[in-house]
């Protein structure tokens, strides 16, 4: 499991959007953002999905499974998602403040 996945996401996305050598076109970056942002919602899915395997595992008496282990995976997935959810507000806000612009 991926200890800083998320936050190596970002940091790699603000190194993209500074650098400025090369001439990108709108398509270019809708394409990169909405990979990125693809690749950020499927981390998050594979950080729940591994919670809940480990709960499991846990719920069922494996002994290679600690309680400690399962509430970490947990709290991963969860601030993971919050994020998510942050990113996906602020995208939110963005929207209906392009649309809200006077023409």
Do not use: C, H, W
């Not at 939110?92 to 392009?98: I, M, Q, R, T």
Request: no cysteine.
């Amino acid at each position: 499991m991926k200890i800083g996945g998320l936050q190596d996401e970002m940091q790699a996305m603000m190194l993209d959007a500074s650098n400025t050598t090369r001439q990108v076109t709108g398509k270019e970056v809708g394409a990169d953002f909405s990979a990125m942002f693809a690749k950020a919602v499927n981390n998050v899915n594979g950080l729940q999905k591994a919670s809940s395997d480990l709960a499991v595992r846990f719920d069922r008496g494996d002994e290679g499974v600690s309680l400690s282990d399962v509430m970490i995976a947990r709290n991963k997935s969860s601030v993971a998602f919050d994020a998510t959810i942050q990113v996906r507000n602020k995208l939110v806000d963005a929207y209906k403040a392009l649309m809200n612009m006077p023409v």
